[in-house]
Every structure is written in structure tokens, then in C-alpha cells.
């Protein structure tokens, strides 16, 4: 095969999710573990959380990605070492889907809290500023 025909091969290759946390430190070891293995895995996003962590909720957090084609093995690595067995949190079957760390949870918790805290302060402003 020549180089134009590995390019195309390369492009129409599908690429999942396996894994999504609020920050890159949080997928480090996970990372770390699969490049062990052998298997190629790149963190999405992990730039722009990095610069900006407090978009880390908004862009959906940083991904954890791998092919397709290394997507099973790849869960079973991370299954094998108990990664998530101090946590509520475990590796799932189901590729669509990816876990979220507590933090992640808590982040979205928090960030709802404070929305609805500016909402009522809003309201009483207007409220009090008509008597």
C-alpha cells in the first residue's frame, strides 16, 4: 500500500469514548495504563479544560478516547486493575456511554447551586428595587 492508501485507511477509522472525567489529571493513570498495554489512547479536550477548567462542565469534560478497534480490550485492561473500585463509579459494557467521575457530579451539582442562587438574587433585586 502506498501512502495516500494508509491515509484513507487512517481517516475512515472510528474512534469511541471510553472514559470521560471533569480533568485531565483525573485520566492520567488510566492513560498510563493503556499506553502499557499497548493500546493507543489520546485525551479529547484536554487542552481546553487545561486553559480554561471552568469549562471543563460545559464542553462535557475531557474523553478518554481509543479505536474502535482496541475499544474492547481497552475496557478489559481497565476492568482487570480495579481502577474504580474505591469509587462509586465503575467502567461500563456499553461503549455509547462513558463514566463520570464524582467530581464531574458534584461540579454539575454545584454549578446548578449557584445558577439558582444568581436567579433568586436577581429576582429579590428587581423585587425590592420596585418598592
Known amino acids: 500500500m502506498n501512502n495516500s492508501e494508509d491515509l484513507d485507511q487512517n481517516i475512515e ?3 469511541v469514548t471510553i472514559l470521560t472525567v471533569t480533568y485531565p489529571h483525573e485520566a492520567y493513570p488510566v492513560k498510563g495504563l493503556l499506553g502499557n498495554a499497548g493500546i493507543e489512547s ?3 479536550d484536554e487542552n481546553m ?3 480554561n477548567p471552568f469549562a471543563s462542565i460545559a464542553i462535557g469534560g475531557v474523553k478518554l478516547r481509543v479505536r474502535a478497534s482496541e475499544a474492547e480490550e481497552a475496557m478489559k485492561v481497565i476492568k482487570e486493575q480495579n481502577i474504580f473500585s ?20 458534584r461540579n454539575q451539582q454545584i454549578a446548578s447551586y449557584i445558577l439558582a442562587i444568581i436567579l433568586i438574587i436577581t429576582v429579590l433585586y428587581f423585587v425590592f428595587k420596585l418598592f
Not at 86 to 105: G, R, V, W, Y
Open 86 to 105: 474505591d469509587s462509586e463509579d465503575e467502567i461500563i459494557d456499553d461503549l455509547e456511554n462513558a463514566p463520570i467521575f464524582e467530581t464531574q457530579k
Open 13 to 15: 477509522e472510528t474512534f
Open 49 to 51: 479544560v487545561s486553559a
Open 42 to 44: 489520546w485525551l479529547e
